[in-house]
């Protein structure tokens, strides 16, 4: 969920690997970053809205991948995978670092950009 | 009590208004600086600016120590996450969401958030409460016995009109709590209560035996 530069650089490393993806964006616009070589799904559609995770395949899907510009919509998104849909491998991108930690200790697969950027940046300077 | 608004659009707004006529002691969160001070103009130092679903925010304005966090920004998701942040970072005792698309009611109550609000249904329910042919109003919902309180009205084709209510079949976890007349004063009913044409019925029932009861008050 999500075609940022994170989603569809995924989107197309996973499909070359042979994986059955399907990625999803509010606007179709963001799918001029797939590479051209992509042979998955690529569908319009809110990952909050039930109906368009099932078209998108939700219910026989072995992960689901959140990585938006907006943790809140992440968080939504992964929870409704992991609880509603019980997807069995759910990851999800969330900026705030304070917000990862919760949502980590509340069994949510979650990782902050931010600390790991950090952490890279410090090891670095540091080396 | 301490109560904190997440949001301060029109809703967070006249919310905190009522809310401080109350007595209680309210702080709105709200990211937008101009929509802060334009409330902090109006209702006092009332408005923090920042994120409501930031725990850093929430730590600066003492949520720990909060009876109650009401979140009524206009995206779902950023009142699904503040409320869990309060929840479950602050331990607040009570914690309200609004919904906007009446399908997350739902998928809320799942992720942990007891009470939601839908403010499209209920401005729904209103806008269908005005229509005449509208058979069945939703008036309160008891959350926690799992009830809702509904009126019926009897309207002038109706197959039962004329009969006496130990007549019906009322489905099993409904009853009949009023019936207001088109005339007369509202009355009890007992099982000997005739139904009349244009008579509202109030009554309690599940939301599963709603449809089982409209159909036994108007004849199916």
């Given at each position: 969920m999500g075609c940022g530069r994170v989603g569809a650089q995924l989107a197309g490393l996973l499909d070359s690997n042979g994986h059955l993806v399907t990625i999803l964006d509010?606007?179709?616009?963001?799918?001029?970053?797939?590479?051209?070589t992509f042979s998955g799904t690529a569908l319009v559609g809110n990952g909050l809205n039930e109906e368009v995770l099932k078209k998108a395949g939700i219910e026989e899907a072995d992960a689901f991948v959140a990585v938006t510009q907006g943790d809140n919509r992440n968080v939504m998104a992964s929870q409704i995978a992991k609880?509603?849909?019980?997807?069995?491998r759910v990851i999800c991108r969330i900026y705030d670092p304070l917000r990862q930690e919760l949502y980590s200790t509340l069994g949510l697969e979650a990782f902050s950009p931010t600390t790991i950027f950090a952490q890279i940046l410090r090891e670095k300077l540091e080396s | 009590m301490y109560i904190i608004v997440v949001g301060g659009g029109r809703l967070g707004y006249y919310l905190t208004k009522a809310l401080i006529s109350e007595g209680h002691e309210v702080v709105i969160v709200e990211k937008n600086p101009t929509i802060c001070q334009n409330i902090n103009d109006e209702l006092g130092s009332v408005c923090i600016r920042g994120?409501?679903?930031?725990a850093a925010t929430l730590t600066e304005i003492g949520?720990?120590?909060?009876?109650m966090l009401i979140a009524v920004t206009g995206d779902d998701e950023d009142n699904l996450v503040a409320c869990q942040v309060a929840k479950h970072?602050?331990?607040?005792?009570r914690i309200i969401a609004r919904v906007r698309?009446?399908?997350n009611e739902t998928i809320f109550k799942k992720l942990g958030i007891d009470v939601t609000v839908s403010s499209t249904n209920i401005i729904l329910e209103n806008i269908k409460e005005e229509l005449?042919?509208?058979p069945l109003t939703h008036l309160l919902t008891i959350r926690d016995k799992g009830l809702e309180i509904v009126e019926i009205k009897i309207p002038?084709?109706?197959?039962?009109?004329?009969?006496?209510?130990?007549e019906l079949s009322l489905p099993e976890g409904s009853r009949l709590a009023l019936i207001i007349p088109k005339e007369h004063n509202p009355r009890v009913p007992t099982s000997d209560t005739i139904l009349r044409d244009g008579d509202r019925v109030i009554a309690v029932t599940t939301p599963e035996s709603e449809a089982a009861l409209r159909a036994a008050l108007r004849g199916a």
């Open positions: 509010t606007d179709d616009y963001s799918f001029r970053r797939l590479p051209p609880h509603i849909f019980n997807v069995p | 994120d409501g679903c930031e949520t720990a120590r909060a009876d970072k602050f331990n607040v005792p698309n009446p399908q005449p042919t509208h002038p084709d109706s197959t039962t009109i004329g009969k006496s209510l130990k």
